[in-house]
């Protein structure tokens, strides 16, 4: 049985998944889906921290000292590489524009890393399940009202229609898919009722039908590889010679996928893709920025201030010159691109531990558990697709509480499972009361965490209501709205110098060169500036050309 502090904290970490998911505001930011979601996962993420701290003695968390020690050493070194990079400090702290995993969001991933290792039992099992359906249902129903031409909001986006509340198709299958990857899992289990697992076939179909409105093939890749990790578990149980023979075929048809998402072999036509190519772009470039600064990496969230520079010739000319990243879609290189290889290092010690956990976990049991087998399924459906995208948030928290949870079971039931002793007659270790001071916790984490991460979202709100106002004034205000943002600076600078305010613009233009040397954007907004005299062009033309030296239309 769980105390009361482990029960709070568990509807901490379910409320963290729920909210960074599905939180979008169309209405009232310019940005709807980043800021908002890196809000939810602060504001939980601190929240965990008040009850962690609160409670350090009833929760018994010196128990995992290599989780924590690693998970230590991950925010430890973050901090380290915020003071001592080049990147500018403000962009580090709370994110790039269209991303925002700068150190506030890492550290709230962290935080609720430790709260899945604090809270992982069987029965909290069962609530992860509840979140991965509630998130799960709402993704579809959403998906089918978006492949059906009914979305009540105006998005703005290139891709497909069909992104449900992370804004972009990719990363909508990808979370379909590991999220089908758990509850295909509840299908194996003997002890679901076949009422209960029709249901659960029904959403497997639903989720099939929206993977493929989204256009986005990497759902269905998820899909597989995570429900292929299950069926091997479950076949392994049945029979160790078919275990065997299964992970031989398994191993054959990874190879096969892989050799043809590279444009080789009987399934290249079913599977590359042009983004194959480009991904390979992107992934040169962060290899090239970890090599050059291996120690303390490029910053905090600075890959796309850096690409440019770290591209190659073929990249700039496959697709043009001002077609760009500000990613590696890849969640190793963008870790290694930040914080250098201690950062990586720690981050695959961690992956590495949550490999070992599952392992033990899975030696141990006597038969087939659904609910930890759900979790590894979709853990390597996660790790899938982090080697092929970004670090989205509402993607990424899942990645890191599967992590948690995994790490956190095989401590938790090293002794048996609480709900087995029970059922044993065993004796059951005293319930121990949560301190006084959890809902003081709380209630203090929480301010901490909105105050932390609000500013992204606030400017955008703002940035938002100036342009509706269409007042010249008002607009240039709201390019120095804090956190200063380049993007929002180069925006209003271009808006103003278009319309016949060109020494307004000029000025924003030259404050945003100030504060963002490294941003190639910024300076390629001050050459455009019609009231930039001959030598500031010159020095913008200079600086393009540092920071985009494989560009051949700077001349």
Not at 214 to 236: C, E, K, R
Not at 240 to 248: A, D, I, K, T
Not at 449 to 464: D, F, N, W
Not at 494 to 520: C, H, I
Request: charged residues 15%; glycine residues 10%; aromatic residues 10%.
């Amino acid at each position: 049985m769980r105390d009361k502090a482990q029960l709070t904290i568990g509807k901490v970490l379910v409320w963290a998944l729920m909210s960074a998911t599905l939180l979008v505001t169309p209405l009232w930011s310019l940005d709807p889906i980043n800021p908002i979601k890196m809000l939810a996962v602060s504001a939980c993420g601190f929240m965990g921290l008040g009850v962690l701290l609160a409670n350090q003695k009833v929760l018994h968390l010196g128990r995992m000292k290599v989780p924590l020690v690693l998970i230590s050493g991950f925010m430890v070194w973050q901090l380290v590489v915020l003071v001592i990079s080049d990147g500018e400090k403000l962009q580090q702290l709370f994110g790039t524009t269209g991303r925002n995993t700068g150190l506030i969001t890492y550290l709230a991933f962290s935080i609720l890393f430790v709260v899945a290792l604090v809270v992982s039992s069987a029965e909290f099992l069962k609530q992860f399940l509840m979140a991965v359906l509630v998130v799960g249902v709402a993704s579809l129903i959403y998906g089918v009202i978006q492949a059906l031409g009914g979305d009540p909001f105006d998005w703005v986006n290139p891709y497909s229609p069909v992104f449900g509340f992370l804004g972009n198709p990719n990363f909508q299958s990808s979370l379909l898919g590991i999220l089908g990857s758990v509850v295909f899992t509840q299908l194996l289990s003997w002890s679901v009722k076949i009422q209960i697992k029709s249901a659960y076939l029904l959403y497997l179909l639903l989720t099939i039908y929206v993977i493929k409105e989204t256009d986005s093939q990497q759902g269905f890749l998820v899909l597989l590889i995570g429900s292929a990790v299950s069926l091997g578990v479950f076949v392994n149980y049945k029979s160790r010679l078919l275990g065997y023979s299964y992970l031989g075929f398994g191993i054959v048809a990874f190879v096969a996928v892989l050799v043809g998402t590279l444009n080789k072999g009987p399934l290249a036509s079913l599977l590359y893709k042009d983004s194959v190519a480009y991904r390979g772009d992107y992934w040169r470039a962060g290899w090239k920025m970890t090599l050059e600064n291996p120690i303390f990496g490029v910053g905090l969230d600075g890959y796309g201030d850096w690409y440019r520079r770290s591209r190659t010739i073929e990249a700039t000319l496959r697709r043009g010159p001002d077609v760009t990243s500000n990613a590696a879609h890849n969640v190793f290189l963008d870790i290694s691109a930040y914080g250098g290889f201690p950062l990586v290092m720690i981050y695959i010690a961690l992956m590495v531990l949550v490999m070992v956990s599952a392992v033990k976990v899975i030696k141990r049991s006597q038969g087939l558990n659904a609910g930890f087998v759900g979790l590894v399924a979709g853990w390597v459906a996660f790790q899938a697709q982090s080697i092929i995208s970004i670090n989205q948030i509402g993607l990424a928290l899942w990645g890191w509480v599967l992590s948690g949870l995994i790490i956190g079971y095989e401590f938790n039931t090293r002794d048996g499972d609480l709900a087995e002793e029970k059922k044993s007659g065993k004796k059951v270790a005293k319930t121990v009361q949560a301190s006084a001071g959890t809902t003081v916790g709380v209630f203090v984490g929480l301010i901490i965490g909105v105050l932390i991460g609000m500013p992204p979202y606030l400017a955008s709100a703002k940035y938002k209501s100036a342009l509706e106002t269409s007042d010249p004034t008002v607009i240039q205000e709201a390019a120095y709205i804090w956190p200063l943002d380049p993007s929002r600076m180069i925006q209003v600078s271009m808006t103003l110098n278009e319309n016949k305010l060109e020494a307004n613009g000029l000025q924003v233009a030259l404050d945003a060169v100030a504060k963002f040397p490294d941003n190639y954007g910024v300076w390629g907004a001050l050459s455009t500036m019609k009231n930039a005299n001959a030598e500031q062009k010159a020095e913008a033309l200079a600086q393009m050309k540092r920071l985009d030296p494989q560009n051949p239309n700077l001349k």
